[in-house]
């Protein structure tokens, strides 16, 4: 290719990893090593989807910032919008077997990067609802206010039905479901590691 589009650092993923099975860290060490190896041969242009793309790309494979260009990623405002609140609240609640008034926190994404905060949350917060829509098939736990879901293409749906946006992620390149979230009119607590 002459030009590179980088969504993530293999190397900087691995490196803010904790608690993953020994195969997940050795396939994505394999994975590091194969990233360093093409960017070490690409003498072309990059586009990193964030700041921390940049830095980390300069930090693990010594690419030279004025090769990497930042172009964020967007969202899609007439799909996620505060409007979907009047449109989708009631029904997914009801589905979900939430009560209209019970304070609901939605995380979506890879649960390797949060699983123990989310856990951590949940414990300290029995009061709040913690809808989880992953397509992760590990580190899941139980909590009668714990309620984890398979992936959807109708997410929109599920920041409607929510109160506010929970991201406590190790490691996120730039982290799309914030944008998402905050589209749709949800507050967003996240962590500093999200691009």
């Given at each position: 290719p002459n030009v590179v589009t980088a969504h993530i650092c293999v190397a900087a993923y691995l490196n803010?990893?904790?608690?993953?099975?020994?195969?997940?860290?050795?396939?994505?060490?394999?994975?590091?090593?194969?990233?360093?190896r093409f960017y070490r041969q690409h003498k072309g242009p990059v586009i990193a989807v964030s700041r921390k793309i940049l830095d980390e790309l300069k930090q693990y494979y010594g690419i030279d910032d004025d090769r990497i260009s930042v172009i964020p990623h967007g969202v899609d405002s007439e799909r996620f919008n505060p409007s979907n609140r009047n449109l989708h609240r009631e029904t997914i609640r009801c589905q979900l077997n939430i009560a209209q008034n019970q304070v609901v926190a939605l995380y979506v994404g890879d649960l390797t990067k949060a699983h123990n905060h989310l856990r951590d949350l949940s414990e300290v917060l029995p009061d709040v609802r913690f809808i989880i829509v992953t397509g992760?098939?590990?580190?899941?736990?139980?909590?009668?206010?714990?309620?984890?879901l398979p992936p959807t293409s109708e997410l929109h749906r599920?920041?409607?039905?929510a109160d506010a946006f929970v991201f406590p992620t190790t490691y996120d390149a730039f982290g799309m479901v914030v944008l998402e979230a905050m589209a749709s009119g949800l507050p967003v607590f996240s962590s500093d590691q999200a691009g």
């Open positions: 803010s990893l904790r608690n993953v099975s020994f195969q997940h860290r050795l396939s994505l060490r394999l994975m590091a090593a194969s990233e360093a992760s098939h590990a580190y899941h736990w139980q909590l009668p206010n714990v309620q984890i599920y920041y409607a039905a």
